[in-house]
């Protein structure tokens, strides 16, 4: 009784997470850039159930007050759940749609790769390409971070026509002032670490393999879907409910066994 307790508790708490991860994608559905979280359920651990079965032997050889036994045979019919539990947060990198904007610098990259930039808390990785000049002429994220260049310097660009390609190649008035960091991984879910909704930090080594293009003008929207976040939304709130309804349950028959017993 106490195992049907904890598997319906341990739901709850599972779905609770859940429910978080579904709440931190939905809040940065219009974040450009922006890679949803995955998570998933799975048994959190399994016993193996042993009944007992009566079962009546004739042993001959010994004195008649013998012959007839009665053995308890152990049979194994499968494996019984103990609760449930989430799986570590992966996030998805599936490219998001590429939204035309007209601005300068406005960048999105369409295929694989990644922007390198520079924060505070040491040098970084995104799809956001919502970039400007400030006033001294730096190339910044919309956060104020630097945009670096395929060396690890920050870009400087003067004032001026600006056109960038889609390698990343950066021309002011006809002139080649930097080239954008234009990385990519060999596995981003290995390669990187979320930090922040829209930044990674790398724990692998970067490469210029397989790298897509660049598109001025544009940028790359959240892939988040609306429908599909919304309908998961539902359904956890609906497994939650079962698996309250079910605590509730266990607790009512606990509590008529302990009653039950008391008599006794």
């Known amino acids: 009784m106490l195992k049907g307790l904890y598997a319906a508790a341990s739901s709850m708490v599972a779905n609770l997470e859940r429910q978080t991860v579904l709440t931190h994608n939905a809040t940065n559905l219009t974040t450009p850039g922006f890679k949803q979280l995955l998570i998933s359920m799975e048994d959190w651990e399994e016993t193996g159930v042993f009944p007992r079965v009566n079962k009546q032997v004739k042993l001959p050889f010994l004195p008649s007050v013998y012959e007839n036994l009665t053995l308890q045979q152990v049979r194994y019919i499968g494996n019984l759940g103990l609760g449930t539990d989430t799986t570590p947060e992966e996030v998805d990198f599936t490219q998001g749609a590429l939204l ?47 945009v670096l260049d395929e060396g690890g310097a920050p870009i400087v660009l003067s004032q001026g026509e600006t056109y960038i390609d889609g390698n990343g190649t950066i021309v002011v008035n006809g002139v080649q002032m930097a080239k954008l960091g234009f990385f990519n991984f060999a596995d981003p879910k290995l390669d990187l670490v979320r930090d922040g909704p829209n930044l990674f930090e790398a724990v692998g080594t970067p490469t210029a393999e397989k790298l897509g293009r660049i598109r001025q003008g544009a940028i790359e929207a959240s892939n988040v879907s609306i429908a599909e976040v919304t309908t998961q939304m539902l359904l956890v709130g609906r497994a939650y409910e079962a698996a309250q309804q079910l605590v509730t349950v266990q607790d009512s028959l606990l509590g008529r066994a302990i009653t039950t017993l008391g008599q006794f």
């Not at 960048?107 to 919502?130: C, H, K, M, S, W």
């Open 100 to 146: 035309n904007t007209g601005e300068t610098f406005d960048l999105a990259i369409e295929g694989e790769g990644f922007f390198y930039v520079q924060t505070p808390d040491g040098n970084r990785y995104t799809r956001d390409g919502r970039f400007n000049r400030d006033s001294e002429g730096n190339l910044v994220t919309v956060d104020g971070y630097k």
